[in-house]
């Protein structure tokens, strides 16, 4: 009796919700997961031309971020109510919705890793007999995936939050149990919805940045090697009497 009494009391905390609602709170989840990665897929995919039709094109730049930029201040209501007489009250609002957000984040990240690409580098690649397409995917790109990733977590986390707005049309993954119970004044639904879509961004942050690290350990690598250049510079190595063997910087100049 303990465990309905929970539901009963209508406390924030409630075992007897997670057991009984296990299934609803599966398919919320499923669904938020679902429209997350339909919505960054397609952001990366429209951002990706975008940011090299910018960086082309000078002429371009300015509109296009221009573009994106005015497009996120839309406030998530107002987009998502201009958008359904297009699509009408169906999962596309959202995930359209959620892709014009991304742009702006995506296209900037893009265009930042893409000039942050030695211009030596290029040459070096071009001497060697690479042609655009092999500059663009087999140096640029790979030099890139920094500021790509960062720009696809901070993408992935805001994106997740904005799903929980598609409440108002039924689609918002767990954003529909933070509604329903909200309106109802059901504590334990909206607090374990509202920690099970914290979680979620954790999760998908830590995701993507290990995922970072396995596609780019040469940051790394560098990391380390500035890290044993600065060490060694401090007089870090020490001989087996204990005395570090660095000089001082102004007696090896009278040497």
């Not at 009984?20 to 951002?47: F, K, N, P, Y």
């Not at 830590?206 to 995922?211: D, G």
């Not at 060694?232 to 009278?254: D, L, N, Q, V, W």
């Amino acid at each position: 009796m303990a465990g309905q009494s929970c539901l009963i009391s209508n406390d924030w905390i409630c075992g007897e919700y997670l057991r009984t609602r296990s299934q609803e709170l599966a398919d919320a989840t499923l669904q938020h997961i679902g429209i997350t990665l339909a919505s960054v897929a397609i952001g990366l995919l429209v951002a990706f031309p975008l940011a090299l039709l910018a960086r082309r094109w000078r002429a371009v730049a300015g509109p296009v971020l221009g573009l994106t930029t005015v497009l996120y201040t839309v406030p998530s209501l107002a987009m998502f109510s201009l958008l359904v007489p297009f699509f009408g009250l169906s999962p596309a609002v959202v995930i359209t919705g959620l892709v014009l957000y991304s742009l702006t984040i995506l296209v900037r990240n893009i265009l930042a890793g893409l000039a942050a690409v030695p211009e030596e580098t290029r040459e070096a690649a071009r001497g060697m007999g690479y042609g655009p397409l092999r500059l663009l995917f087999g140096v640029e790109l790979p030099l890139a995936l920094p500021a790509l990733m960062a720009g696809l977590r901070i993408t992935t986390v805001s994106t997740i939050s904005l799903t929980t707005v598609g409440a108002i049309l039924h689609y918002g993954g767990l954003g529909n149990l933070v509604y329903d119970g909200m309106h109802s004044y059901f504590k334990a639904q909206v607090l374990t919805a509202s920690v099970l879509c914290v979680a979620l961004a954790v999760a998908a942050d830590l995701l993507l940045l290990l995922v970072q690290r396995l596609l780019t350990p040469w940051t790394r690598a560098g990391k380390a090697g500035k890290a044993g250049k600065a060490k060694s510079r401090t007089g870090g190595g020490k001989p087996a009497g204990g005395k570090a063997t660095a000089r001082p910087a102004a007696a090896e100049g009278a040497l």
